[in-house]
């Protein structure tokens, strides 16, 4: 009997039990959005909409800043920039704006 059971796979993505050829291949990352709602891409360019206390720095980040080329991480609520004074930067999406 055991040659007939269909084996299941679980699907991080969903949560569920999934027959091996119904689960997904990669799951796909999360868009990563700014505060306006706008789609963010790697190397695109934001503005700071407030501004922002950087940790560790002794410095603020004035509203209206803008910041090149960013990377997106992981987690879509955050992404990873350069700023010409400080190297390492990550910003939360919530505080940039599209150019």
Same mark, same amino acid.
């Given at each position: 009997?055991?040659?007939?059971?269909?084996? +299941?796979? +679980?699907?991080?993505?969903? &949560?569920?039990?999934?027959? %091996?050829?119904?689960?997904? =291949?990669? %799951?796909?990352? =999360?868009?990563?959005?700014?505060?306006? &709602?706008?789609?963010?891409?790697? &190397?695109? =360019?934001?503005?700071? /909409?407030?501004?922002?206390?950087?940790?560790?720095?002794?410095?603020?980040?004035?509203?209206?800043?803008? /910041?090149?080329? !960013?990377?997106?991480?992981?987690? %879509?609520?955050? !992404?990873?920039?350069?700023?010409?004074? /400080?190297?390492?930067?990550?910003?939360?999406?919530?505080?940039?704006?599209?150019?």
């Amino acid at each position: 009997m055991a040659g007939d059971e269909e084996s +299941y796979v +679980y699907d991080e993505a969903t &949560g569920e039990w999934l027959p %091996p050829g119904q689960a997904a =291949a990669a %799951p796909a990352r =999360a868009e990563a959005r700014d505060a306006a &709602g706008n789609v963010l891409a790697d &190397g695109d =360019a934001v503005t700071l /909409i407030k501004d922002l206390k950087v940790k560790g720095a002794n410095q603020t980040l004035k509203q209206g800043t803008v /910041i090149r080329s !960013i990377r997106l991480t992981d987690d %879509p609520e955050e !992404i990873d920039c350069r700023h010409d004074t /400080i190297k390492g930067l990550v910003l939360r999406t919530e505080f940039v704006r599209k150019r």
